[in-house]
Structures are given as C-alpha cells and as structure tokens.
C-alpha cells in the first residue's frame, strides 16, 4: 500500500500542519506529564491503526528515555504492572475516547472520577484535547495512508519549518 498523498509537500496540507503542530505544542507545554502524553498518544494511535503515529510516538517516547516494557505493554495496560494508577486512568480516557462509536456513553463516569482523582484541571484540560487532537492526526494519517517505519525523533518537527 503506497502513501496516497504527501501531506507534507501539499502547500494548503502544510499550512494546515503548522496550525494543527501548534495546538499540538499547547498541550505539549502543558502541565501534563510528557509520558502519559505519548503514552496516551500511542495507546490511541494503537486503537485506530495508524503506523504513522505508532511509529512517531514510541520513537519520540523512546529518545525521552521511555522504558522498552512499558511501551511494548501500552496495548494490555490493564494486563500489566508498569503504569501508575494515573496513567492508567489516562489510558482509559484514551481508549474511551477513541472509541466513540463503540460505547453508547462515551468517556464512563468511573473513568471520569478517576481522571478528576489523578489530574488538575489544567492536567485534564490538556489530556481532553490530546486525546481529540490525536485521534485527528490518526484520521489524517490513515485517509491519506502515511506508513510507519521511517520516522527518526524530532522529524516531524523539522518537517513544518
């Protein structure tokens, strides 16, 4: 399956990316932990079956000394002992919120109260949004068929200068 369209030599798509790169920078200098940043992004990644951001997120929580383990484990969090009770009222909110369609409720109010239990509001503002604004770079990705693989740590960043 090859690329359907190059979004980075688009220039209507690379304007686009800047924007979307800069929200994407708000939530990054947010109060929330980095590592549940990319964990939550490659957990949601994993659910829509983007190898673009699959790829992205664990190289870039990989160069910021994320464990091997831990990564490997994202996909079976509940089956596994390395994420603390945060993250893992995170990784909920992210499965939750990425499967919409699946869940007639949506985000449950159990992993709401545990997301309130473990987050300030700024914490949980930035979360809502990552959790949004991945599962938009998930859709972009897939439509247009951008494969993982390639991706080395801090290349998307270069990729919108």
Request: proline letters at 2%; one cysteine or more.
């Amino acid at each position: 399956m090859d690329t359907r369209f190059d979004l980075f030599s688009n220039e209507l798509a690379t304007r686009f990316a800047k924007r979307f790169a800069n929200a994407g920078m708000v939530i990054h200098q947010s109060p929330l932990p980095k590592a549940t940043q990319e964990l939550v992004s490659l957990r949601a990644s994993q659910i829509n079956g983007c190898g673009w951001c699959i790829d992205m997120h664990t190289e870039e929580a990989a160069a910021a000394g994320e464990s091997q383990v831990r990564l490997h484990l994202v996909a079976a969090w509940r089956e596994s002992t390395v994420f603390t009770e945060a993250e893992r009222a995170a990784l909920a909110l992210a499965e939750e919120g990425s499967r919409l369609a699946d869940a007639h409720q949506g985000v449950s109010d159990e992993t709401w109260a545990q997301v309130r239990k473990h987050y300030d509001d700024d914490q949980i503002a930035a979360l809502v949004c990552l959790v949004a604004l991945i599962n938009a770079a998930n859709r972009l990705a897939v439509i247009v068929h951008q494969r993982g693989g390639a991706y080395q740590p801090g290349m998307f960043a270069a990729a919108l200068d």
